[in-house]
């Protein structure tokens, strides 16, 4: 267990300390649920009458906090109590983040694979022939690389992620677990008796540096060239990426989203969950589009859209709301045309 | 093979045969694809040709059933037929379900788990540091359970299943084949120079009794503290429950809906597929939730909404209604503004 | 490395050559941005301009096809680029698709279970008890078939792909990264007390032959009998098909779909992505569902729907554009209502 005492850690955030500076603090918690051996943190003034009553064995407050009963917990005295407690948690998750190291045997690695130092390779990963292995990355138990792929420096991938041959992906990524990066498009030629004939799909994915990648995250591959997951790229959870989709920096993507084939989004775009974006189209920079929408058209840089089709999101709204008026509305024109 | 007599099952059920009592059951069926040696049920009088030309060896029927024509089946004449056939499909599923036991090698289990008696350890799956396994327990080959897990009694984890360290799971509860449990939530602090900043998310997930848990589905860790997935509830497959939610006792969520982060689901409540719900909102108590909705904010108990932003059931419907018809409405419109 | 003369490919085709037959092909690219060494074709006349400056060592062009410029590159002139393209993709794609075979160790294969000549069993893989595996199938590593599972000739089960006890599989199948075939119905009796009951799930998923499997889609097992994908189904990514559904023949749907429990599929229909479909209806043939869709009712052959509920898509899309108008519409209202 790691514990510090409330006087280092008022140091660490160039803070003060009023009450018992000695207190023990060994993990991090809520204002209304922690537990005692704990520190919390008080900034939207709502959860004041919480800290009279908290559990916390410590509390980080702003500097001119004036309490208006006594209080038992120790204060820690900050300029900004939400960013010291962020700061702490930062601290806390590389101390307490098991630093997985080594080989856990059985892994499978062909011999002609090259790795970099400090790698993680759990039990029964494995990592396929002329695959090119950074150092610092971490693959954790039943992760699967196919043959040829690299991964940079200080890349994870989590539990039971399965990455097609041909693969390449940037440093300091993150793949959660589940998540497949390299399936086929989904590409195939109607015949005349009705069939489908399966179009090879020969391209591969090529992600940047600091992409994140969700639980159960599909990305297909190129039918010829590459689908593209730029630098800084955030996708969560359950989210489809199709063949040759361009995913250009620094863009969030929400769960449940998908985005189809051939399509290019722009930089710093903002989608929420359950959207679909259709395929052959482009997306302007800094975008935003609300839950559960569907884009069928390019879409300029700075737009705001929603709906199935999407639109602008005032008028949108607007429309909903008259929507929500119709069988009023209905009544009003039968009145109107019984005037005549 | 697994046989009974016609005789024995008129028995078990409190029923009454009429034909061969000596008729061998060993399989069940639907009485119009069912084949010899298989027992069927009629309950729907929709059905009831079927039962002349039924190749099932014996019936289920009502008490008072009169045929209309000759029967060459085996009739067992019971209360209620199709309880009794649910009845006897759970005595069928407990005889026929493989009981899985011991451990198949290669299984990787770290020295400091313990583990109770009656586990079921298949192969190339991993068992991490310090977790603590309960009797009863079977864990599917290449199923992932990381350090510090906990998993109580009789609990069934299926093949591929990935749970993070830290995560707490009841008993008597079932994960289907790839669904991960505590993934990190979808947390990113947009900077100044429009990239994102990963917020560390150090929380776990904690199941409670008697949960069923469909496949690829998958619920994120919290940032801090846990999410809450409570006793009795139900999800179904591909669904997306984002950090820090709730969901209260005994709901029942279907495939593909998303829960966004921090929100708090009531009891009791039913959601279908495709449905989103935003993050920061609460939903009440025996709530509804028609498929594909949208639920941007805070529900009381025992509505039932649709739509997307959902709104009453039967104001949607009617609204939607007045909505199919709205290019009739503005050429009303335009007639009526002529005739000034 | 494998490498063409365009005049081998010339003959391959068909073709004419204009400019250097020895030119050496090792690659396929696009006219915008192939490499040297590659191979690229011109189909589409708006990508003309391309073709002065490609960097590609050959293009397949039109037989008639005058250039306006001077041209660099080596030119192969065929009756159809875009035909002659696609059939080098598919000799690219047999040459240098790895032909996986033999078993990496470890395997798990149970003593009872049968295989055919030429079967690829990669590491970490497990085939359970009572199995009967094809010729020439290929089972990538960490795929889990469970007991009692029959695979026919030539399928290919993607890594980490899981198939529950009592599957049945066709031949030429591909299923993808992380598919889930075979998990428990979402089928749970409400119980007096607010709880739910499991309905024992005890049928099976039957696939029919040269049928495609998408990453993370899910197929439930049927209540009783068996879910079906018939011959030639292609199914893309994430979708979720629940138990006892029927996909009829040559049926395309694409990813994120949700086939809800108990109803049929009719042949050649097209469905595209984010689609949901209740349990309980039948759909026609040749039916086309637009994306986002949700249909509540069964459809008749030919039809062509959009909406949630969905109904005919140009009757969809002339209500849509009076949504976006009905804030003016309301407007007009009002004046006529003044004007009284």
């Known amino acids: 267990m790691i514990e510090f005492s409330a006087d280092y850690i008022a140091q660490l955030l160039d803070g003060e300390v009023q009450g018992d500076g000695a207190t023990k603090i060994s993990k991090l918690g809520k204002i209304d649920d922690a537990e005692p051996g704990a520190i919390a943190f008080l900034s939207n ?44 948690l930062e601290e806390y998750h590389k101390l307490t983040n098991h630093n997985k190291a080594g080989v856990e045997e059985p ?13 993680y390779r759990g039990a029964f990963s494995y990592v396929g022939a002329n695959c090119q292995i950074g150092k610092g990355v971490k693959i954790y138990p039943q992760a699967y690389i196919g043959d040829g792929v690299t991964i940079s420096d ?3 991938i989590h539990s039971g992620v399965k990455i097609y041959a041909g693969t390449i992906i940037g440093s300091h990524c993150v793949i959660h ?16 008796d009705g ?30 060239g590459s689908t593209l997951i730029k630098d800084g790229v955030k ?22 989203t998908g985005i189809y084939g051939s399509n290019k989004e722009g930089k710093n775009c903002v989608l929420a969950g359950q959207v679909g974006i259709v395929g052959h189209i482009s997306v302007g920079d800094k975008v935003t589009i609300g839950a559960q929408a569907g884009v069928g ?44």
Chains 1, 2, 3 share one sequence.
Request: hydrophobic share 40%.
């Open 235 to 256: 996708l969560d959870n359950l989210i489809q990426i199709a063949h040759n989709a361009e995913n250009v920096e620094k863009t969030e993507i929400a769960a449940q």
């Open 107 to 119: 892994a499978f690695i062909h011999e002609s694979a090259t790795t970099g130092e400090n790698l």
């Open 45 to 88: 003034p709502k959860y004041e009458p919480a800290i009279y009553s908290t559990s916390a064995s410590a509390v980080l407050v702003e500097k001119d906090f004036q309490p208006r009963q006594s209080i038992r917990t120790t204060l820690i005295r900050v300029d900004d109590p939400y960013s010291g407690f962020t700061a702490l």
């Open 177 to 192: 677990a589940g998540a497949v990066i390299g399936s086929d498009g989904f590409g195939f030629a109607p015949q005349s």
């Open 154 to 156: 200080y890349t994870v």
């Open 195 to 224: 069939s489908y004939k399966t179009i090879p799909q020969l391209g591969n994915v090529v992600i940047g540096h600091h992409v994140s990648i969700g639980a159960n995250t599909t990305i297909d591959c190129a039918t010829l």
């Open 297 to 340: 058209k390019s879409i300029a840089s700075n737009e705001i859209l929603l709906g199935s089709p999407a639109f602008d999101i005032r008028k949108y709204k607007r429309a909903y709301a008259a929507f929500k008026n119709l069988p009023d509305l209905v009544r009003r024109i039968n009145e109107l045309e019984k005037k005549y």
